[in-house]
């Protein structure tokens, strides 16, 4: 179990128009999901966390009027890149993590790893 | 001082051999950690998680943890080209859940 799906997995746009990327988590729900960006040669940069049914909440720098992010359900997060410019061509990777049900303790045991999506290559031109 | 450190590599080990990946943490009061492997051009993927001080073994791989050096290690025993990839450390902030990456360490393995 634990499977997030992404979609789509590369998008070419032109300048000044808008993208929406797509992160479901198929087998739990997930009231929390995370969206990363990658640059290459670098590692995982986390922009947002999504939050069901309420605002996302964007960490230090991240434009929160050009990074859309809409989680209406328990299994459905969408980042919407907008008026995108050749500098936001990167890779895009959402994240949801599956915990147990009941009480849970953070390092009981288990392996409740954070499960990314296959990740979105935006280009830009 | 970053939150996760790694060093970057490239970590060049010969077939068979053992690769052996370092990360140390700043946040003292961190509970879980995480291995994740990401092949060029894909998303990473979950290899081991740990949260007790030791040894964890699954297959190949050895995680160890040492909470009071703020130390996470990664052996990959009976290295195989196929372990030939970027290796992440992760660490959950305490508020949010947030997942914090190391810069990640690049393994080679040679035939």
């Known amino acids: 179990g634990a499977v997030v799906s992404q979609h789509p997995s590369w998008v070419i746009c032109k300048s000044g128009t808008s993208v929406k990327i797509e992160c479901r988590s198929l087998d739990f729900q997930a009231t929390t999901m995370f969206w990363y960006r990658q640059f290459p040669k670098q590692s995982l940069m986390l922009m947002a966390t999504?939050?069901?049914?309420?605002?996302?909440?964007?960490e230090q720098g991240v434009e929160k009027d050009k990074f859309l992010i809409n989680h209406a359900s328990l299994t459905l997060s969408t980042l919407t890149v907008t008026s995108a410019h050749p500098e936001d061509s990167s890779f895009y990777i959402c994240?949801?993590?599956?915990?147990?049900?009941?009480?849970?303790?953070?390092?009981?045991?288990?392996?409740?790893?954070?499960?990314f999506g296959s990740g979105t290559r935006l280009t830009v031109v | 001082q970053k939150e996760v450190e790694q060093n970057s590599g490239p970590l060049s080990v010969p077939e068979g051999a053992i690769a052996s990946l370092n990360c140390t943490y700043s946040?003292?009061?961190?509970?879980?950690f995480f291995w994740y492997r990401q092949y060029s051009g894909k998303s990473p993927e979950l290899i081991m998680s740990i949260y007790s001080n030791g040894d964890k073994e699954d297959g190949r791989f050895t995680a160890q943890l040492n909470k009071a050096s703020q130390y996470v290690s990664l052996l990959i025993r009976d290295s195989q080209p196929s372990d030939s990839a970027t290796y992440l450390c992760?660490?959950?902030?305490?508020?949010?859940?947030?997942?914090?990456f190391g810069g990640g360490t690049r393994v080679l393995v040679k035939p």
């Open positions: 994240s949801a993590r599956k915990t147990p049900s009941g009480a849970f303790r953070e390092g009981s045991g288990g392996n409740y790893g954070y499960t």
């Open positions: 992760a660490v959950p902030k305490a508020a949010g859940n947030k997942l914090t």
């Open positions: 999504s939050n069901e049914g309420s605002k996302a909440t964007y």
């Open positions: 946040d003292r009061v961190s509970q879980s």
